[in-house]
C-alpha cells in the first residue's frame, strides 16, 4: 500500500499553485506544516482549508506539507485532493463552490472565431484568461499535460470550470484521446462545461461513445442541459471520414483541424503557406458546410508573428473557415479582426437585406439584385455577416 504521494508544482519559476505531499500515519491526527511567503496573512485560511479537503476525503491521520507559491483556494483543494487519491481510493470530492459569474450556457450557434488553449495543470494561465474575450477557453488534458500529470489536470480543471471567471467565454475542456478521454469525462461533465473537444478524431462511433457517455453522466447527476462537441480530425483517415464524424451527433456544433498532427502522418513538413494541407482544409470545410455545423482551423504556432497570424487568417477565412485556435492571448485579437467582415462585405449584406426586405412587402415569391436572383441560403449569409459586424462593432 502507498502511504506517501505528492501532487502539484514547485520551483523557483512557479506561480498561483502550491506542492502538496502527504503521508499517512496510523494515529496522531492531522500535522500540517506550511511554507509560504504569505503565511501571516493567509496561513490559518490555508490550514483551514486543508482540514476541510482532508476531512471530506476522509483523511483521519495523516503528515502534510504545502508549499504555496500563490495558490488560489481552489488549486490548493484541488492539489490535495490528488494527492489524496493517490494514498487512499475514495468515491469523494471535496468540490468549491460554483463561482456565479459561471452559471451562463451556451449556444450551438454562437460565434467560435477563437478558442484560446490552456494547458490544464497550469493554474496560473487559468485564472486571467478570460479578460482577453476569447470567443471559447480550451482547459486542455491532452498534449499539454506530461502522461504523469494527467489525473491531477482532471481535477484541477474541475475546480477551474467551477471557480475561474471566464468572463463569458464558452466554457471548453479537450479530453485525451480515447478511451482515456472517457475518464476525463466522469470529472469534467457535471461541473458546467459547454463544449467538450474530442482530439485525433477518426470515426462517427468515437464521438458517439463520447456522446453516450455524457448523456449518462448528466442524466445521473440529475442534469438536463446540454454540452456540445467538437471533434478534431489529426490524420489522413480522419479527414476522410469527416461528414461521418460530423453527422455522428445533433450535439457536434463545430469541426477542427490540427494541422501539426495532420502534417506528421502525412510524413511532410508544415509549411507557412499551408499547400501541403490544402486538401484536408478543404474537405473539412466542406464536410462542415455540408453537415451545417462551423468549420474551425488549426493553430498558428508562432506567437511573435502577427504579421503571419493574419494572412493565415485571411488564408482561412477565404477558405471558408469561421474560426482558428489560439496559444496565446495576444492572438486573439488578430483573430477577431481576421474574421469580421470589411467594408465590402458588409455593404454587400445590406444590399442583399434590403432587397429581401423589399421582396417580402411587396409580396414577391422572387428576390433579385440588379440582374442576380438571391436565394435564401444567401440571404442567411447576409444576416450572417451583419450579425459579425454587430459583434465587432462596425458600422
Known sequence: MIRKASAGNRGEDVRSDCYVEIELQDGGGIS?????????????????????????????????????????PFVIAARIESAVRKVQSTDRSYLPGLNPANKYE???????????????????????????????IILDLEDSVAPEKKTEARILVRNALRQVDFYGAERMVRINQLPDGLEDLKEIVPHHVHLVLLPK??????????????????????????????????????????????????RVVAMAIGLEDYTADLG?????EGGESFYARSRLVNACKAAGIQPIDSVFSDVADSDGLMESVKRSKSLGFEGMGCIHPRQV?????GFAPDEEEIARALEILAAY?????????????????????????????????ARFSIK
Request: hydrophobic share 35%; proline share 3%; aromatic share 4%.
Open 32 to 72: 500540517i506544516r506550511l511554507e509560504s511567503r504569505v503565511e501571516r496573512i493567509f496561513g490559518k485560511q490555508i490550514r483551514r482549508q486543508a482540514q476541510e479537503v482532508l476531512q471530506t476525503l476522509q483523511i483521519k491521520h495523516a503528515s502534510v506539507l504545502i508549499e504555496d507559491s500563490g495558490a488560489l
Open 106 to 136: 451556451t449556444r450551438r450557434d454562437r460565434f467560435r472565431s477563437s478558442r484560446l488553449y490552456l494547458p490544464g495543470n497550469t493554474p496560473k494561465m487559468m485564472i486571467n484568461a478570460g479578460i482577453h474575450h476569447p470567443d471559447g
Open 201 to 250: 478524431c477518426e470515426s462517427a462511433d468515437q464521438v458517439i461513445q463520447v456522446d453516450k457517455q455524457i448523456r449518462s453522466i448528466l442524466s445521473g447527476d440529475g442534469q438536463e442541459r446540454e454540452i456540445y462537441l467538437m471533434p478534431i480530425i489529426e490524420s489522413c483517415l480522419g479527414v476522410e471520414k469527416a461528414y461521418e464524424v460530423a453527422t455522428s451527433s445533433n
Open 268 to 272: 511532410v513538413q508544415r509549411s507557412r
Open 333 to 337: 485579437e488578430v483573430i477577431h479582426r
Open 357 to 389: 426586405e423589399d421582396a417580402r412587402s411587396r409580396g414577391l415569391g422572387v428576390i433579385s439584385l440588379g440582374t442576380k436572383m438571391i436565394d435564401r441560403p444567401v440571404v442567411g449569409r447576409a444576416r450572417r455577416t451583419m450579425e459579425l459586424a
